[in-house]
Each structure stands twice: as structure tokens, then as C-alpha cells.
């Protein structure tokens, strides 16, 4: 898997020999909102080259890349590639999380009835979440393109599954119900789903720094069974709640995510009876934004080269309905497992309800502070 960014083809000459010269590389700050969408990705994995698990102060997973010197103008392209670190979330990363939590992301989906958050619970908007994770890559001159690359194919079987963008695992789940007080914060599991993309805004922030717009898609896996044996009769519906409960929330590219092509299938009214999305809605990348999305403002890229920070938002993506096919992510305790084994039909119908899935654009949230450092010789 090969998750990216690009530079826009309008950056000036003036503007790359900044970069070159080491006074822009800030640049390398839209590569930490890599993060964001793995901020529903959790691995059990040692994590990148160089790390000592999530969210600790670690190098590039990958050596900086030039071309030889005294190359001939006639020598094959061979790139600058300077290595980055980032993090979501603080870094190093708090040793006890759940006593004053430092900022890190969140992903809610809500209505009037209940709220499930992953890196919850938080208290309003822009509040920060329990997510934390580190990542690292390679941004590449001069042709202005930059990236994550993962491990070879089929590591923890699942090809897409990224071991340089590791995840503080577990991530704390909470589902909130109107009048049930008492739930349990939950767990989850989940990764990053596919390619990722992004570019720079071709216009700076209002602050001088720098916007980007980053694309993806992601799924999380988690066992609602313990939330939902709490909740009364009322709200039940004659589900039994027993096993079965483990379902996996993806956004994004659905089939990025693993659902059966039948499942994505439209009747004639053009939605998918199973997902409630249109097909374009069930294959469109998650769109994250350190500017303004729905009736959110992130935070643009700013600061030095070492020590960056921003912010992503997300208020423009639908939810599916929970898909018992839909496989779990692959560092889950069930990973392997048959899906519809592990999410029943019953269990999915009543999240469905209780979530008010599927959820239109506008309703769900995405909440990602970010840092990033960058790595060269000289």
C-alpha cells in the first residue's frame, strides 16, 4: 500500500528553491495528516524501523535518497527524497492516557439517540480525542510528491495493512445512549484502508501556513456486546444479546474497506438496500481538510521544520449501515475470523437503529491534531 500526497504543479520556482533550501520543508506537515484517517487503524505491531512502539520519539523508517555525486545529465532520474516522523496526537505519547488526556483524534458518529466515538468520549466540538499514533516516509524532489510506503503484501493477511503508520493499541470507544446512563467505554481496532492522497491548497492560509486537503478511507472493529446488554428492553427491539456484537464501521471507499461487490449493489431507486448509500456516495474517499469542512475549522500547518503542528476536520462524509460482511480490521482479536460470524444480522440492524445509519454528510465528525519532524544529513 502506498499512501501519498501531491504538491500542486502551480507551486512556484521561487517557492521550490525554498523547499530545497531547507526554509519551507514545513511543507512535510501535510504527510502527518496521514494520520488522520488511520486514526481509526490500531496495530499490535512493533511499529516502523527505529521506533520503540506508538507515539515515542523515533527517526524516519526511511534513509534519505539522492542522486549520486557528479551524476551525468544523461544518468537515469534518481529523486531527493528527504525522510519525515509524524505523530497524531502528542509525542511522546502519555504513558496513561485516560488520566488527563493530552490532545489526539476522534472520529463520532451521532444522532439524537446515541453517539458512538472512536477515541472518545469528548465534550464538544474541536475537543481533543484519545487517539495517538506515529508515522513515517519520504518526501520526494524535484517532482514534488511525497509518501507512506507499507510493508510487502500480505502481512497480518491483509495486504493493505501499512506497518509504517502505526497506532497506540487499543483505542478507548464510547456510545453514548439518551437515557441510559453507565455504558462502558468500549475497544477498538481498525486500520487504514487503501491509498491515501492529499494536496496543498494553491492559496496560504490566512496565517501564512499552508492548507491541505487529504483524502481516504479507513474501518474500525469493535465489541458493542458489552455497551448493548445494557440497554432496556425499549430500546432492543427482541434482540438478544449474547455473541455477535463485534461489528467494523467503515467510511470512505467501501471497497477499500472489503464489502462483497453485492453488497454495493444499487436497486432501482439507485441505493444499496445493505449500505443505504448511492454508489458514488459507497466509493468516494473520505475528504479531511486542515481549512473548513461543513461547520468545521481545522488548524492550517505552521511552525518549524522540526516541530510542526495542524489540524484535520471532516464534516462531509456519509456512513454506511453496519454490513455483518464487512471483515474486521486485520490486528483485531477476531482477525480471520468469518464476518458474518462475528457481526449477526440482529446486532447490525440494531446499531443501524440506534446509530441512525446510514448517516448523511454533515452529521459525522473527524478530529485530528498533529505534529511532524523531518529527518536530513545536513
Do not use: W
Not at 557528479?70 to 534518481?78: I, L, Y
Not at 448493548?228 to 477499500?256: F, H, K, W, Y
Amino acid at each position: 500500500m502506498q499512501l501519498a500526497f501531491v504538491m500542486r504543479r502551480a507551486t512556484t520556482a521561487a517557492t521550490l528553491r525554498n523547499l530545497i533550501a531547507g526554509r519551507t520543508l514545513r511543507v512535510l506537515a501535510c504527510v502527518v495528516l496521514a494520520a488522520g484517517p488511520g486514526a481509526l487503524a490500531a496495530t499490535t505491531d512493533a511499529g516502523p524501523a527505529g521506533a520503540q512502539g506508538s507515539g515515542l520519539p523515533f527517526p524516519s523508517c526511511q534513509a534519505e535518497q539522492y542522486p549520486p555525486a557528479g551524476s551525468p545529465r544523461s544518468a537515469p532520474f534518481a529523486p531527493y527524497e528527504i525522510p519525515f516522523s509524524a505523530t497524531l496526537g502528542p509525542n511522546p505519547a502519555p504513558a496513561n492516557p485516560l488520566v488527563s488526556p493530552p490532545a489526539g483524534g476522534y472520529l463520532e458518529i451521532a444522532n439524537s439517540l446515541a453517539t458512538v466515538t472512536l477515541g472518545g468520549p469528548v465534550v464538544g466540538t474541536n475537543s481533543p480525542g484519545r487517539i495517538y499514533a506515529s508515522t513515517c516516509g519520504l518526501f520526494q524532489l524535484p517532482t514534488e510528491t511525497g509518501g507512506i510506503s507499507g510493508n510487502p503484501p500480505g502481512a497480518l493477511s491483509n495486504p493493505a495493512y501499512n506497518n509504517n503508520f502505526v497506532f497506540d493499541d487499543p483505542i478507548p470507544v464510547s456510545l453514548n445512549i439518551t437515557g441510559v446512563p453507565g455504558l462502558p467505554i468500549l475497544t477498538g481496532y481498525g486500520t487504514a484502508s487503501g491509498n491515501f492522497t492529499a494536496a496543498i491548497d494553491r492559496q496560504p492560509a490566512a496565517n501564512g501556513g499552508l492548507n491541505v486537503e487529504f483524502y481516504a478511507s479507513a474501518k474500525a472493529t469493535s465489541d458493542f456486546g458489552p455497551a448493548l446488554s445494557l440497554l432496556p428492553p425499549s430500546l432492543l427491539g427482541g434482540v438478544t444479546i449474547a455473541t455477535g456484537n463485534e461489528c467494523t464501521i467503515p467510511i470512505g471507499d467501501l471497497r477499500q474497506a472489503g464489502l462483497p461487490a453485492a453488497d454495493l449493489a444499487v436497486d432501482s431507486s439507485g441505493v444499496s438496500p445493505v449500505t443505504g448509500l448511492t454508489y458514488a456516495e459507497e466509493t468516494t474517499l473520505t475528504h479531511l481538510t486542515s481549512g473548513t469542512s461543513g461547520a468545521l475549522t481545522g488548524q492550517p500547518i505552521t511552525g518549524p521544520i522540526t516541530g510542526s503542528q495542524a489540524t484535520l476536520v471532516s464534516n462531509d462524509f456519509p456512513v454506511a449501515k453496519v454490513d455483518p460482511n464487512t471483515p474486521p480490521s486485520p490486528d483485531a482479536p477476531s482477525a480471520g475470523s468469518t464476518p458474518s460470524g462475528l457481526c449477526t444480522p440482529s446486532s447490525a440492524n440494531l446499531l443501524n437503529s440506534l446509530l441512525g445509519l446510514p448517516s448523511p454528510a454533515g452529521k459525522n465528525i473527524f478530529y485530528a491534531p498533529s505534529t511532524f519532524a523531518i529527518h536530513t544529513s545536513a
